[in-house]
């Protein structure tokens, strides 16, 4: 009885030591494909900075060309890999005095590089870089848990880094993606851990999970929670150490004006009273006459004080660094009113659907005090055209941010902070008391598709939404194009492939 149980294992630890099965490939192909985009902002605002220098611009002509070289093929039946090439014709905006503006530019790029492994019919793993996007009704606006950042609260519509401007309504990067359904396939569950690929910090990795699942047959609903960033590659980067990015509160602070950096001109003066502010703006605080009410000094100890014109000390009570760090959750819903009139099929799709995210469940000193700020609310509907088009679609945004959806502080000086107009708080007190900010809180989209002739589609795309661009460097622009509620632009993409 020894002897057999020793030859069992014997037998198998030896079969998962055989030498691999001869790879068998079957289902290759290669597809080619190619875009021409032609567009226009008719309205909009260009921000190359913090937001201190905007440039209304009108008309501005938009063109692109693209091509894509796609290879894939299955091993063994279970591994199956996708390897993409193409490169891109684009040009600078804003076009300058210098030559490099005036050129058209040319750009390669992998558009992906994945394997899919299939356990079974119900279980998968894919790696590489590729795109990854749970809500297949939003066809711009949406896919908030991915798009996004939350401290600042940044949201992005088309490829992440300005690279394509439409049909990109997904979340593309490095990483990998464990599947699986329940029994039945009525339920799909996508474990994720994406590599943080467009936005400094660089490279961080954010583990995420998605459910989606049919409630009834009309009725699709998901969720998802992605822990942001929770997986630093420099963790130091993740709450920046200085009085740049330190809250601090400071126990009877003197009355206080504060001079604005641009105008020269005073503030009116505060009260005596407990100070909350970012510590690297204290020094900056004057009395009436613009004498500073206090100096900024250390203790023995090296701790930072200050001293008062009248000689007292002054120390912080509170101090906490703001983190790029956050719990993102998102829920989403889908019903299909083509199935329940009885309007599926020939008529083209009929669905009502919605998403709403909150980007940061947690609250942050100064900045990100009020959770409504970064909560975006997505609703949209597919139209039945009949067979005149493929697909219409109409989706509509709201987000009651005060902020500007400017990212200069997170890519040039890495805080996670919101950028304000010459770094300057009261320059950006002045434009929000006037209702600057609250002219983006609405967003919108038209979007059509229509297929003229077997591997040859139409789209147009109207939109106010969060249109970037990319300059001379191809930085995306630090603020969408479309700012204003009367901003909003044209893309018209011819599209082919075999």
Do not use: C
Request: hydrophobic share 40%; charged share 20%.
């Amino acid at each position: 009885m020894k002897h057999t149980a020793l030859s069992a294992l014997l037998l198998a630890a030896g079969s998962s030591f055989a030498a691999p099965e001869e790879p068998r490939v079957t289902d290759r192909s290669i597809s080619v494909g190619a875009f021409v985009d032609v567009g226009q902002i008719v309205r909009g605002t260009l921000v190359n900075d913090d937001g201190a220098s905007p440039n209304d611009v009108e008309n501005l002509f938009l063109n692109r060309d693209g091509v894509a070289l796609t290879y894939a093929a299955t091993v063994n039946e279970k591994l199956h890999m996708n390897i993409g090439v193409g490169g891109l014709f684009w040009k600078p905006i804003p076009e300058a005095t210098d030559a490099a503006t005036k050129r058209i530019n040319f750009g390669p790029g992998i558009s992906e590089a994945s394997a899919r492994y299939d356990f079974n019919d119900r279980m998968s793993i894919k790696f590489g870089f590729f795109g990854y996007k749970y809500n297949p009704d939003a066809v711009n606006l949406g896919e908030y848990l991915l798009r996004s950042e939350a401290y600042p609260t940044i949201i992005q519509t088309g490829s992440m880094g300005g690279w394509v401007w439409l049909n990109s309504n997904e979340y593309k990067s490095m990483g990998a993606q464990f599947s699986w359904t329940s029994p039945g396939g009525r339920w799909r569950h996508d474990l994720l851990l994406f590599s943080e690929f467009n936005q400094a910090p660089i490279f961080d990795f954010t583990p995420s999970y998605v459910v989606t699942g049919k409630v009834v047959k009309a009725l699709e609903i998901g969720a998802g929670v992605s822990f942001h960033r929770w997986l630093p590659i420099v963790p130091s980067q993740e709450s920046p150490r200085g009085p740049g990015n330190t809250y601090v509160e400071i126990e009877n602070f003197p009355a206080y004006g504060v001079q604005d950096p641009l105008t020269l001109e005073y503030s009116p003066v505060a009260g005596e009273g407990t100070l909350k502010e970012i510590q690297n703006r204290v020094t900056t605080f004057v009395d009436s006459t613009g004498t500073p009410v206090v100096s900024q000094s250390t203790d023995a100890n090296g701790n930072t004080i200050y001293i008062t014109v009248a000689g007292d000390t002054l120390r912080i009570g509170k101090s906490q660094r703001l983190t790029f760090q956050a719990v993102k959750v998102m829920g989403r819903a889908s019903l299909d009113l083509g199935v329940l009139t009885g309007l599926s099929g020939e008529a083209g799709p009929f669905k009502v659907f919605g998403e709403v995210a909150v980007l940061g469940i947690k609250n942050q000193p100064y900045y990100y005090e009020d959770i409504t700020h970064r909560i975006p609310v997505m609703l949209g509907i597919s139209v039945p055209t009949f067979g005149v088009l493929d697909l219409l679609s109409f989706q509509i945004e709201y987000l009651k941010s005060p902020y500007p959806d400017n990212n200069f502080q997170q890519f040039s000086n890495l805080v996670p902070h919101p950028g304000f107009p010459g770094d300057n708080p009261g320059a950006y007190a002045d434009r929000r008391d006037a209702g600057q900010y609250e002219k983006d809180d609405l967003k919108w989209s038209a979007y059509l598709k229509k297929t003229i002739v077997s591997g040859l589609e139409v789209y147009l795309q109207v939109a106010n939404d969060h249109f970037r661009v990319q300059d001379v460097t191809a930085q995306p622009s630090f603020m969408p194009l479309t700012q204003k509620s009367s901003d909003w632009y044209y893309m018209l993409r011819f599209q082919w492939g075999l």
